[in-house]
């Protein structure tokens, strides 16, 4: 069992519709949670970070983190086409010290 | 100004060739990395660098050689290049201890081994 799952795609959504991206993971020492997205040809690019459980928000984006199901998510109001990107899971901490493990990332494509 | 910077961008090459990937990082961070994204999009890390020590070391063939000359400075350097070895190589930068370690990456370099 991989550290991190997460499911690759595509994931293809209109214009205007809320996105939810997910992970799962099994080392529950983690403690720091990431999301990247990663355009075509681009380098991955920090879009939010959260500690422990709890919520986020930044604009139109939301990251949760459920602690006891093992479970993070992102969440994309109001998609645009200029969402359209890989999006990458990341956690970091606890007994897994500073590495930061990633999952696969997940394609989404936002239709105009 | 770039963050992370890596050089080159695109590198096609011949099997059995010896080749470098340089990278800076202006960020003033303690810590670097390689990682190695693989055409199905997975990133994983190969090596990295705390203050010029190196602190991780996953399992890589020996052809794959890291050099910090500075904590502000990586490069990676592979011999006798094999097919396999056709990859994005990202280069990145931390502070160890800060916001989980988040991780700020460079824009990749496509090696293209033929």
Not at chain 2, 27 to 44: A, E, I, N, P, V
């Amino acid at each position: 069992q991989k550290e991190v799952e997460q499911d690759p795609g595509p994931l293809s959504v209109p214009e205007g519709a809320i996105v939810s991206l997910n992970c799962t993971y099994s080392n529950s020492a983690f403690q720091y949670f990431m999301w990247y997205r990663q355009y075509s040809r681009k380098g991955p690019e920090l879009l939010m970070y959260t500690y422990s459980s709890g919520n986020k928000e930044d604009g139109r984006f939301t990251a949760q983190v459920d602690k006891s199901s093992k479970y993070i998510s992102l969440f994309i109001r109001d998609s645009q086409p200029s969402d359209s990107a890989t999006y990458l899971c990341a956690m970091s901490g606890g007994t897994g010290g500073f590495k930061t493990i990633f999952g696969a990332g997940t394609r989404l494509f936002v239709k105009a | 100004d770039t963050a992370v910077s890596q050089t080159p961008k695109y590198l096609v090459t011949q099997m059995g060739n010896d080749k470098s990937i340089k990278c800076e990082q202006n960020l003033g961070h303690d810590t670097m990395y390689w990682y190695k994204q693989d055409s199905k999009k997975f990133l994983k890390i190969m090596f990295s660098y705390n203050n010029k020590e190196l602190i991780i070391n996953e399992t890589v063939p020996n052809r794959f050689s890291p050099k910090s000359p500075d904590k502000a400075h990586l490069n990676l350097h592979i011999n006798s290049l094999e097919l396999g070895d056709s990859a994005v190589y990202f280069c990145a930068s931390s502070q160890r201890g800060s916001a989980g370690n988040t991780i700020y990456f460079g824009e990749g370099s496509w090696l293209t081994v033929v």
